[in-house]
């Protein structure tokens, strides 16, 4: 698979705990059993196990990674209500 046609992504996780982890990636497989293995982000390495509950996917990672920041802005119940309809 080329770069052209390889999918960004940017997601939500729920930790153990009921926190929230957002980020982005290339390979979201991947980066869930990533997580999981805790060998993700320092936030989730103590947080485990986390489960997807939201993602979307864009062409660049940069506009993957735009969102990633445009989602981290977002107050919990905001995020909340993003998952929430993603799931109707």
Known sequence: MNQMEKKNYTYIVECADGSLY???T??????????NAGKGAKYT????PVKLVYHETFDTKEEAMSREWHIKQLRREQKLELIDKSRT
Do not use: V
């Open 22 to 24: 957002c980020g982005w």
């Open 26 to 35: 290339n390979d979201l497989e991947k980066r869930i059993m990533d997580h």
């Open 45 to 48: 390495k103590t947080r485990l």
